[in-house]
């Protein structure tokens, strides 16, 4: 049995006979008192705020952090930053109305990509530095599983409900991998995803428990690996819907590439030889990365987790005029350069506040009270990073982690360019048939390089949006 249960103690009878069952209810394992990190649970020994006081002292925290966090994992610099930021968490906030509406602070995190890049491994690592962690597998997991299920009492006979894993997992994590195996039963994170609650009405039990837990889910997409040539909804239809999408704060796209084969084959020979590994930085192709490679000295897992641990308690942020104007310019940016036919997520007001939500929790990792425009800096360096930016100028809010190849992500909007330009053409002589030697001269006005035009052909024809003819020739549909 979980060490949450809801139990209903007494029942009544209606005019009829029928006996219902009602009153009150005990919840066990629940998170008590409001959904700021409470600190007064808290005992820290003289160690412990000696180390805070040693780490407090250095200059640039945030490298140290991503450098100590699952170094067992070659690179993937972004990719760790983001689940630091999701672990840190921002600050939930209320209304001022009578009802008090409340709004997240828990960061959601999607890992999409090729399988065997170490999705699971980093999961079970931001599991581990949370004290109410819970990691489960899609494979196994139910609807119920995810919520809460009811179950008779043996010796009473009472209805009682048992928590699932996101409601134990309230003021957490929930880590959910094989994400994309759950089939329909995945629509049960979309009210604990943004409400943050598990609405119940089973069994004559009516109740709302408390599910304020930052969800990191890993998943692949429809075809097992990323297809470049198609958009992210596109390798996405059928692993879940644009509905749950939305709610994620940040969605890495990991691919497994060729670039650093050399420094990961000796990671890993280094882990196995129990030498502890090799350099975990196999390549520096950004400005964080070189950041994250001068760390020389990284903290032992257990100091990370109390770091972390006391960030949460102690630390709630708020904005500076500054960071609030460079957010401001950023989403605006962001927004004008998406559009229905891009192909991708739309950017929403969702978007905003989850670069507020990201600002507060990298101010908590500097343990700052303020949110300065330094660190919107570095929430925005990190979306850039990851953030594919098509070559026509469509802005996607998809993260591919360091190391994807930006040609191959982009090969969609150039798929979409190259067709815009053949209806451009068919437009002004009225004539939709098109020779190979036309398609080729217009991809290249399009950018698209002439050891890409098969594969954007191809693509082209497998969308429908241009036919070949028996006679050899293309027709635009």
């Given at each position: 049995?979980?060490?949450?249960a809801?139990?209903?103690?007494h029942?009544?009878k209606d005019?009829?006979?029928?006996?219902?069952?009602e009153?009150?209810?005990r919840?066990?394992?629940?998170?008590?008192g409001?959904?700021r990190?409470?600190a007064d649970g808290l005992t820290?020994t003289?160690?412990?705020l000696?180390?805070?006081k040693?780490?407090y002292?250095q200059?640039?925290?945030f490298?140290?952090?991503i450098?100590?966090f699952?170094?067992?994992?070659c690179?993937r610099?972004?990719?760790?930053?983001?689940?630091?930021?999701?672990?840190a968490?921002g600050?939930?906030?209320?209304?001022?109305?009578?009802?008090a509406v409340?709004?997240?602070?828990?960061i959601h995190?999607?890992?999409?990509?090729?399988?065997?890049?170490?999705k699971s491994?980093?999961?079970?690592?931001?599991?581990?530095?949370?004290?109410r962690?819970?990691?489960v597998?899609g494979?196994?997991?139910?609807?119920?599983g995810l919520t809460c299920?009811?179950?008779r009492?043996?010796?009473?006979g009472d209805?009682?409900?048992?928590g699932?894993a996101l409601?134990?997992?309230?003021?957490g994590?929930?880590?959910?991998d094989?994400f994309?195996?759950m089939?329909?039963?995945?629509?049960?994170?979309?009210?604990?995803m943004e409400?943050?609650?598990v609405?119940?009405?089973k069994?004559?039990?009516?109740?709302?428990l408390?599910?304020?837990a930052?969800?990191?889910?890993?998943a692949?997409p429809?075809?097992?690996s990323?297809?470049g040539t198609?958009?992210?909804?596109?390798?996405?239809?059928g692993?879940?819907?644009n509905?749950?999408?939305?709610?994620?704060d940040?969605?890495f796209?990991?691919?497994?590439?060729?670039?650093h084969d050399?420094?990961?084959s000796?990671?890993?020979?280094?882990m196995?030889?129990?030498?502890?590994?090799?350099?975990?930085?196999a390549?520096?192709?950004?400005?964080?990365?070189?950041?994250c490679r001068?760390?020389q000295?990284?903290?032992?897992?257990?100091?990370l987790?109390?770091?972390l641990?006391?960030?949460?308690a102690?630390v709630h942020p708020v904005?500076t005029p500054?960071a609030?104007?460079?957010l401001k310019?950023f989403?605006?940016?962001l927004?004008?350069g998406?559009?229905?036919l891009?192909g991708r997520?739309?950017?929403?007001?969702?978007?905003?506040?989850a670069?507020i939500r990201?600002?507060q929790?990298r101010?908590?990792l500097e343990?700052?009270?303020?949110?300065?425009?330094?660190?919107?800096e570095?929430?925005?360096e990190l979306?850039k990073?990851?953030?594919?930016?098509?070559p026509?100028?469509?802005?996607?809010l998809?993260?591919?982690?360091p190391?994807?190849a930006?040609s191959?992500?982009?090969?969609?909007?150039?798929?979409?360019?190259?067709?815009?330009?053949l209806e451009?053409?068919?437009?002004r002589?009225?004539?939709?048939?098109f020779?190979?030697?036309?398609?080729?001269a217009?991809?290249s006005?399009?950018?698209?390089?002439s050891?890409d035009?098969?594969?954007a052909?191809g693509?082209?024809?497998?969308?429908g949006?241009?036919?070949?003819e028996?006679s050899?020739g293309?027709?635009?549909?």
């Amino acid at each position: 049995r979980c060490p949450l249960a809801v139990s209903v103690v007494h029942g009544r009878k209606d005019r009829g006979g029928k006996r219902h069952r009602e009153g009150t209810a005990r919840v066990y394992g629940e998170s008590e008192g409001d959904d700021r990190d409470d600190a007064d649970g808290l005992t820290w020994t003289g160690k412990q705020l000696s180390f805070m006081k040693t780490i407090y002292s250095q200059p640039d925290r945030f490298p140290l952090l991503i450098a100590s966090f699952c170094r067992s994992i070659c690179g993937r610099t972004a990719v760790k930053a983001g689940l630091l930021l999701g672990m840190a968490g921002g600050v939930p906030e209320y209304t001022s109305d009578r009802k008090a509406v409340r709004r997240r602070g828990d960061i959601h995190v999607l890992l999409l990509g090729d399988p065997g890049l170490g999705k699971s491994q980093l999961l079970r690592a931001a599991a581990a530095m949370s004290p109410r962690g819970v990691y489960v597998s899609g494979n196994s997991a139910s609807l119920t599983g995810l919520t809460c299920s009811v179950v008779r009492e043996p010796t009473t006979g009472d209805f009682a409900l048992e928590g699932g894993a996101l409601v134990l997992a309230d003021q957490g994590i929930c880590c959910v991998d094989e994400f994309d195996k759950m089939g329909g039963d995945q629509q049960a994170l979309l009210e604990a995803m943004e409400q943050q609650t598990v609405s119940i009405a089973k069994a004559g039990i009516v109740c709302n428990l408390q599910a304020r837990a930052s969800v990191i889910v890993a998943a692949n997409p429809r075809e097992g690996s990323f297809v470049g040539t198609k958009t992210i909804e596109e390798n996405l239809k059928g692993v879940m819907s644009n509905a749950l999408l939305s709610r994620f704060d940040l969605v890495f796209l990991l691919q497994d590439q060729a670039d650093h084969d050399v420094g990961l084959s000796d990671h890993v020979l280094g882990m196995r030889a129990g030498g502890g590994g090799g350099d975990w930085m196999a390549t520096v192709k950004t400005p964080l990365e070189a950041r994250c490679r001068d760390v020389q000295s990284p903290l032992p897992a257990q100091l990370l987790r109390t770091y972390l641990q006391y960030a949460r308690a102690y630390v709630h942020p708020v904005l500076t005029p500054q960071a609030k104007q460079r957010l401001k310019s950023f989403f605006l940016e962001l927004r004008s350069g998406n559009h229905e036919l891009s192909g991708r997520p739309p950017v929403t007001t969702r978007q905003l506040e989850a670069l507020i939500r990201l600002s507060q929790a990298r101010a908590r990792l500097e343990l700052d009270e303020e949110i300065t425009e330094e660190h919107v800096e570095d929430v925005i360096e990190l979306v850039k990073e990851g953030v594919l930016y098509d070559p026509v100028g469509e802005a996607s809010l998809v993260a591919i982690a360091p190391g994807a190849a930006p040609s191959k992500g982009g090969a969609a909007g150039k798929v979409r360019k190259f067709i815009a330009a053949l209806e451009k053409r068919a437009t002004r002589t009225g004539d939709r048939e098109f020779q190979l030697g036309d398609l080729k001269a217009l991809a290249s006005n399009a950018g698209i390089a002439s050891s890409d035009f098969e594969a954007a052909l191809g693509c082209a024809n497998e969308s429908g949006a241009l036919l070949k003819e028996q006679s050899g020739g293309y027709r635009l549909a």
